[in-house]
């Protein structure tokens, strides 16, 4: 919905005018209800098509208080997350950084990244689990990130290798909950050489999300021939749990060629870390379709739909058969059903460019461009544009997601202005309440010096500071592109007014 606008400044000319507009957009806002409405009721009719990006190996993604959270394989520092309210903002979204903490021990082929909301010794918190080494592949082991809070995207803190002291080669790390108890599942090898065996799936108990404990078990190695095409693999294991069972889903095969594929587990209860407690099915449960033009489709995660009625997996592939384990590898996602012995049914790749129906219970969100009328350019977020602290300014329209904004209710008639570009908000510098302060986009927050009063004035309006009751305005009236914004005491000049594309 798009807010309303306060129109109690002005003088009696000014009032009668800001009624006259308030009219028009109380009639242009109950019109904008009606074809949100229309479109919520429509909503199997919304559709996208995959993939999401055009390089994103080894995904990871959830739906999480409003916003979809997606990373994928960096290949080194930073780690980095994309995130938006709806599929088809998530693809114009820029990938932001979320943890740079790479030393030279941990430095290098970072691959993997998945995130975790867990409720840990410190109260629930996100972690990262991510693959990286000193450069070679014998160095690989599994690290932790934890956040400060319970954003998705930060900021976190390094809490070591997740094998303590063990000398287990190790990547693909991911956690799952059994009957309250914290497990972590894995691709690893028998012996601390890896090129002396095949990697296989393991599990191992938890003392803490960033610490194994006790013995670990192989619950899978790759027996089967369609687990050994081009290599003997099993990697990449990510749980799925529904109605009381849990099922291991991992990948098979070389990621090298086109038949890289999933394979799934069963838990069948018992001791979780007794492999006897694991059932492996006979056959894969995705894998390439030449008729599609999906080839080499694994290591995926899976997420729920914004209503919780859906599941959805989310994994790469390539388009053609002759592509490798690189960077062509795009990310896509679709819909599975459930079989009615409630296990899952993954169906067929879809071929990039068919048109999906939008997970169930996706909201309709419109971005804006916000116009300044004394220069008729746009609000924009200065470079590096993905950064906390990215200055914001003014620039010629160009399109590009760092110029789309988008109003979030915050409470009592105020508004968060959010990027497309970065999902971060506009942000008056430090909470200043001075003349002048800087405005930058920072990761959203419940503090006032994010919320904003869009206040009516003739066919404009000025956005007003909650904490500060200043107004933004264009720095000296320049009508230059790169003149930065600032907050300022309200006034009527041309350069504090605004309007919305």
């Known amino acids: 919905m798009i807010p309303s606008i306060d129109n109690t400044r002005g ?28 479109a ?3 909503a199997a009719a919304a559709t996208f098509t995959n993939p999401l990006n055009s390089s994103g190996p080894d995904p990871y993604m959830t739906y999480y208080k409003g916003y979809y959270y997606l990373m994928t394989t960096p290949w080194k520092g930073p780690l980095t997350m994309r995130k938006a309210p709806t599929i088809a903002a998530l693809k114009s979204a820029a990938p932001v950084p979320v943890f740079d903490d790479f030393p030279e021990d941990r430095c290098c ?12 010794p410190n109260g629930p918190r996100w972690y990262i689990y991510y693959s990286a080494g000193p450069g070679s592949v014998q160095g690989q082991r599994v690290h932790v990130a934890e956040s400060a809070g319970t954003d998705p995207t930060g900021p ?17 790390g991911s956690v799952l909950t059994i009957d309250g108890k914290l497990y972590f599942t894995w691709s690893g090898v028998p012996t601390p050489l890896w090129a002396d065996s095949d990697p296989h799936t393991y599990i191992v108990a938890m003392s803490n999300p960033w610490t194994v404990t006790g013995p670990r078990t192989a619950i899978s190695a790759p027996t089967y021939d369609w687990e ?7 990697e990449g294991p990510v749980v799925l749990q529904r109605d009381g069972k849990t ?31 694991w059932t492996k099915n006979p056959t894969p449960v995705f894998q390439r379709n030449d008729a599609n033009s999906v080839y080499g489709p694994g290591h995926n995660g899976f997420f729920t739909s914004p209503d919780g009625a859906e599941t959805w997996i989310v994994y790469h592939a390539n388009t053609s058969s002759t592509q490798s384990c690189g960077g062509t590898r795009t990310t896509r996602i679709q819909k599975i059903d459930w079989k009615a012995d409630g296990t899952p049914d993954f169906g067929v790749p879809v071929a990039n460019g068919t048109a999906l129906a939008v997970p169930s219970g996706e909201p309709v969100v419109t971005y804006q461009q916000v116009v300044n009328r004394n220069s008729d350019k746009v609000l924009d977020v200065q470079t590096p544009n993905t950064h906390d602290h990215a200055r914001v300014g003014q620039w010629t329209s160009n399109g590009r997601a760092w110029q789309q904004w988008r109003f979030v209710d915050a409470g009592d008639g105020y508004v968060r202005i959010e990027s497309l570009n970065s999902g971060k908000c506009l942000d008056v510098v430090s909470g200043s309440r001075a003349d002048g302060a800087n405005i930058i986009q920072y990761r959203c927050t419940a503090g006032a010096n994010q919320q904003f009063r869009l206040v009516a004035s003739g066919s404009d309006f000025t956005i007003k500071a909650r904490h500060s009751g200043k107004c933004l305005a264009i720095a000296g009236s320049s009508t230059a592109d790169g003149a930065l914004l600032e907050q300022r005491t309200c006034g009527t000049a041309d350069n504090f007014l605004w309007s919305r594309a």
């Open 11 to 38: 003088t009696p000319g000014r009032r009668l005018a800001g009624l006259l507009a308030a009219l028009l957009l109380t009639i242009a806002t109950a019109s904008t209800v009606g074809i949100a409405a229309r």
């Open 156 to 172: 976190y803190t390094y809490k070591g290798m997740v094998f303590g002291t063990n000398d287990w080669w190790g990547i693909d």
């Open 247 to 277: 099922f291991i889903v991992y990948s098979a095969s070389a990621c090298q060629g086109p038949d890289y594929k999933l394979g799934m587990l069963t838990y069948n209860g018992g001791n979780v870390l007794d492999a006897a407690s």
């Open 109 to 120: 082929s970072v691959w993997a990244p998945e995130f975790h909301l867990v409720d840990g």
């Open 228 to 234: 050994k095409q081009g290599a003997p693999m099993n």
């Open 40 to 42: 919520e009721s429509a």
